[in-house]
């Protein structure tokens, strides 16, 4: 990586809170974040609202190629969801 | 930063750099002076340099400065009006540090052993508002010590002790083997002739049996295939039932061979089930094969996918239910395996006796748990071997300390929920062939005393409540030394390294197992983690995605064995190198080699799996 050394404070707020897993908008809608609970350090029970903040850097693209492993697996798990909504689709309107 | 005298007094041998401006005539004091332990950074990005420096310990006693300097100036001779001699050998650097007197029959010299998180001076425990900052890279060396000088000193003490107390074996545990060449469906659940058939239609009796479940599928994953897709693996169980009336961890256990289960699944909107430790994807380039937790290559797997209601994947019901499901089909499978005739399976027992030695090294292996909910959770103490009937989820009782036998331990007592990362978690496969209780279990040197499971809660506060408690139990045990080990990475090191500091600090020698290499570097640290395993396998030393890659090996169990029987000797363990650097772990286990006269295989990674080109390249 050419910048990874430039770390940057980044806030959010916890916008989803489930038993494993909680979910963060990042300040300013600059994305969101979904992480499991145990990659977050915690003092209180989550809440919706609460605020968080860690530090990253920018995200670097490391380079043109294209995995394939990495596009089959995609692949199969959206074909999943669409199968799954037109199942979904097909029962509705019976 | 300045330091107290004590740390001063640690760093005796650290050059002496001042941490803010002095005027000239200053007398120098331990005040006056950087934490040596945050020099390599400074050093690195070249705002310090240390050459020709002085120590801290030479210009401590009444030196004054002879010149106005900044902050971060090294002291040298020539802004100062005077400075003591180095002493003697033994003031030479860390490196060459050679304990001769220590150890004067061992062998192989110095105990070399380098440490994870050396240098971290941070105290976590009762403070408030603790900003913590710590250069990442940060704690990833692995360790031992050479066996022979610790056996040497062992030696010397048992010889003094009153007189050679015999062994004792508490109780004996026999797993008897049944070999399943083939897995088919038929009209009952049975085994036959080496022939599992599981029941048509039992899925339907699974789906009933937990409203969140929606469908279930089976698939029967021989050899051949392989290369099949999965969804996210969740769990690897070995398929085993207890004979007559004896209780989990004593008398006979049945056991299939070949053959095992595997929990997968998604929601109903094909989101995977812990979305987090997902595995999804080809099960041969997705499966570390032959770890303790993972399938062997050769083995069927009974593969069951679970689909349960949209959005309960990340909800504590939902892993659950989906453990839950699949069990019905192992239970029918415990029943009919409990209805095979003797004379079927193979004739010799597998025995496992819990042996305590009088006199020995009395120790305590301590596996941390995942307690934060949802996934992260596990049920202990099942009545049949990683059942689900009769077991508690360690959140339900509050991630608090509970004692177990090895036995129980090898019998199936965990049913892991597992959580994440895949290449880190511990099945409940793991737990069936945990190297490191196999490993203290079977070393004459070792008097195994149990092992005690603890909870990872979500909450600090929570976090240093078990590990309190923890500390309190360990001290009561009064044991001579102690293993810490833990799964995957995150916040679960905050309480790893907490569980360590309580330890420690009641002067026992404690040694912590973990996955840290570069990815998962402890985010915290204490003077009590001073000797440390990393579990790495992986070649770039990060969360890889393949299942079981990064878990406790024998390997890691013998390195671990070796360097707390040193520390409980009272070795030095070496400080590691400040990255993380696998030759550490080499350098480790040929002096092991060396001295014990045995040689130790070591796992192969992920780098002799099939796998594209592309992620070669991407990730290794």
């Given at each position: ?15 989803e809170?489930?038993d ?13 974040l979904e992480v499991?609970?145990?990659?977050v ?7 919706v ?15 043109p ?6 596009v089959?697996?995609l ?6 969801r ?7 689709k ?5 | ?11 005796a041998n ?18 006056n002076?950087?934490d ?24 401590l ?8 300097v ?23 650097p ?17 105990t070399?052993a380098?440490?994870?998180?050396g ?10 508002n603790?900003?913590?900052?710590l250069p990442?890279?940060?704690?990833g ?11 040497a ?12 107390q015999e062994e ?9 083997h049944l070999r399943?060449?083939?897995?088919e ?11 599992l058939?599981i029941?048509d ?5 699974a ?7 929606q469908?279930l ?5 021989t050899?051949d ?9 969740m769990?690897?169980?070995p398929?085993?039932?207890?004979e007559?009336?004896a ?8 056991v ?7 929990v ?20 041969d ?16 797997l ?6 349960i ?7 504590r019901?939902?892993p659950?239910?989906?453990h ?9 499978i415990r ?8 004379s ?15 006199g ?16 992260h959770?596990n049920?202990?103490?099942p ?8 077991a ?16 129980e331990v ?16 511990e099945?409940s ?8 209780v196999?490993e203290?279990?079977?070393?004459p040197?070792l ?6 499971f ?17 500390g ?19 916040n679960?090191?905050?309480d ?5 500091e309580n ?13 840290c ?6 985010v ?18 990060i969360?890889n ?8 090996c ?6 671990g ?16 190198e400040?990255?993380y ?6 350098n480790n ?10 040689k130790?295989e070591?796992v ?7 796998m594209?080109e592309?992620?070669?390249?991407k990730?290794?």
């Amino acid at each position: 990586m050419k910048y990874g050394d430039k770390i940057i404070r980044v806030e959010g707020v916890i916008v989803e809170v489930h038993d494993g897993a909680i979910g963060i908008d990042l300040k300013g809608r600059l994305g969101y974040l979904e992480v499991p609970l145990r990659m977050v350090i915690s003092d209180y029970p989550f809440e919706v609202g609460q605020t968080v903040a860690w530090n990253m850097s920018f995200i670097e693209q490391e380079g043109p190629e294209v995995d394939e492993k990495y596009v089959s697996r995609l692949n199969i798990y959206t074909q999943k969801r669409r199968d799954i909504a037109a199942k979904k689709k097909d029962k509705e309107e019976d | 930063m300045s330091i107290t005298a004590e740390t001063a007094k640690q760093h005796a041998n650290d050059p002496a750099v001042l941490c803010c401006r002095a005027e000239e005539g200053t007398v120098l004091a331990p005040s006056n002076f950087e934490d040596p332990a945050i020099f390599p950074d400074l050093i690195d990005s070249g705002l310090l340099n240390t050459d020709g420096a002085l120590k801290l310990g030479q210009v401590l006693n009444g030196s004054k400065l002879t010149k106005t300097v900044d902050s971060l100036t090294p002291i040298t001779p020539d802004i100062i009006d005077k400075y003591d001699e180095l002493e003697g050998e033994e003031e030479a650097p860390a490196e060459e540090a050679a304990p001769a007197e220590e150890a004067p029959v061992a062998a192989p010299a110095a105990t070399l052993a380098p440490v994870v998180g050396g240098t971290i001076k941070l105290h976590i425990g009762e403070g408030k508002n603790i900003d913590i900052e710590l250069p990442a890279g940060l704690g990833g060396g692995a360790v031992a010590a050479p066996a022979a000088a610790p056996v040497a000193a062992a030696g010397a003490a048992e010889a003094a002790a009153p007189a050679e107390q015999e062994e004792k074996v508490v109780r004996t545990l026999s797993r008897r083997h049944l070999r399943i060449d083939k897995v088919e469906r038929g009209p009952e659940t049975k085994i036959e002739n080496h022939v599992l058939y599981i029941e048509d239609g039992i899925e339907d009796k699974a789906v009933e049996s937990e409203k969140l479940v929606q469908s279930l599928k089976i698939d029967v994953i021989t050899p051949d295939k392989y290369h099949t897709y999965s969804e996210t693996i969740m769990d690897i169980q070995p398929i085993a039932t207890k004979e007559g009336e004896a209780e989990l961890g004593e008398g006979v256990t049945r056991v299939l061979d070949g053959v095992l289960m595997v929990v997968s699944g998604t929601d109903a909107n094909g989101v995977q089930i812990g979305e987090f430790g997902s595995s999804e994807g080809y099960i041969d380039e997705n499966m570390m094969w032959g770890r303790p937790g993972a399938a062997d290559k050769g083995e069927t797997l009974i593969k069951t996918e679970v689909v349960i209601d949209a959005g309960k994947n990340m909800e504590r019901p939902g892993p659950i239910a989906a453990h839950k499901a699949t069990d019905v089909i192992t239970d029918a499978i415990r029943k009919a395996l409990k209805k095979v005739d003797e004379s079927e399976f193979e004739a010799d027992l597998e025995e496992f006796k819990q042996v305590r030695r009088p006199g020995k090294k009395k120790v305590v292996v301590i596996k941390e748990i995942m307690g934060q909910g949802a996934m992260h959770d596990n049920f202990l103490f099942p009545v049949e071997p990683v059942g689900t009937l009769g077991a508690k989820p360690n959140v339900d009782m509050g991630n608090v300390p509970i004692a177990a036998s090895p036995l129980e331990v090898l019998d199936g007592c965990i049913h892991a929920l597992t959580c994440i990362g895949p290449a880190s978690k511990e099945m409940s496969r793991h737990y069936w062939r945990e190297p490191l209780v196999l490993e203290a279990l079977h070393d004459p040197e070792l008097d195994l005393c149990g092992v005690i499971f603890v909870g990872s809660p979500q909450a600090n506060s929570e976090k240093f409540y078990v590990s309190r408690r923890l500390g309190q139990m360990v001290e009561l045990l009064d044991v001579d030394g102690a293993f810490v080990t833990t799964e995957g990475f995150g916040n679960n090191h905050v309480d790893f390294v907490t569980h360590i500091e309580n330890i420690g600090k009641r002067g026992i020698p404690v040694v912590g197992f973990s996955f840290c290499a570069a990815q998962g570097a402890l985010v915290v640290g204490n003077k009590y983690c001073n000797a440390m395993i990393d579990n790495n396998k992986s070649m770039s030393g990060i969360e890889n995605e393949v299942l079981e890659c990064n878990t406790l090996c024998p390997e890691d169990a013998v390195r671990g064995v070796a360097m707390l029987k040193a520390e409980m000797a009272g070795e030095e363990v070496k400080a590691p190198e400040r990255k993380y650097n696998v030759n550490v772990k080499t350098n480790n286990l040929e002096l092991i080699e060396k001295a014990t006269g045995k040689k130790i295989e070591t796992v192969e990674n992920e780098q002799s799996l099939p796998m594209s080109e592309k992620r070669r390249e991407k990730y290794d």
